[in-house]
């Protein structure tokens, strides 16, 4: 069965940094386009970062543009999402996905997601 697991998240000040991961079970994720999205209480899911499959291309919104990056380590078989200048708004429960977008309309498979809170 095709899993993705989430690691890296935590505790963190503000002006901090993370990495999280995106590790796969039973299919190489380099063939395959990856979604990082988040989603804050009470708030809806929203895309953070997107990088296709071939790696042609990445994609951020503005609320993290220039301070999230995601990258794919083929070797490794993980994606990683690495956020720096985090704000307390970045507060949310992160999950990767094997589809991208604005919001997370659903189909492929997601992870349970890693939680990662700033504090001001």
């Known amino acids: 069965q095709v899993q993705l697991v989430e690691s890296g998240g935590g505790l963190v000040q503000a002006g901090g940094s993370l990495r999280l991961s995106c590790a796969a079970s039973e299919f190489p994720l380099d063939s395959w386009v990856i979604g990082w999205f988040r989603q804050a209480p009470g708030k809806e899911r929203e895309g953070v970062a997107c990088?296709?499959?071939?790696?042609?291309?990445?994609f951020y919104p503005d609320s993290v543009k220039d301070r999230f990056a995601i990258s794919r380590d083929k070797f490794n078989n993980t994606v990683y999402l690495k956020m720096d200048n985090l704000i307390p708004e970045d507060t949310a429960i992160y999950y990767c996905a094997t589809v991208c977008g604005r919001r997370d309309y659903g189909g492929g498979v997601r992870g349970k997601g890693t939680q990662v809170t700033v504090s001001s």
């Open positions: 990088i296709s499959s071939k790696d042609t291309s990445t």
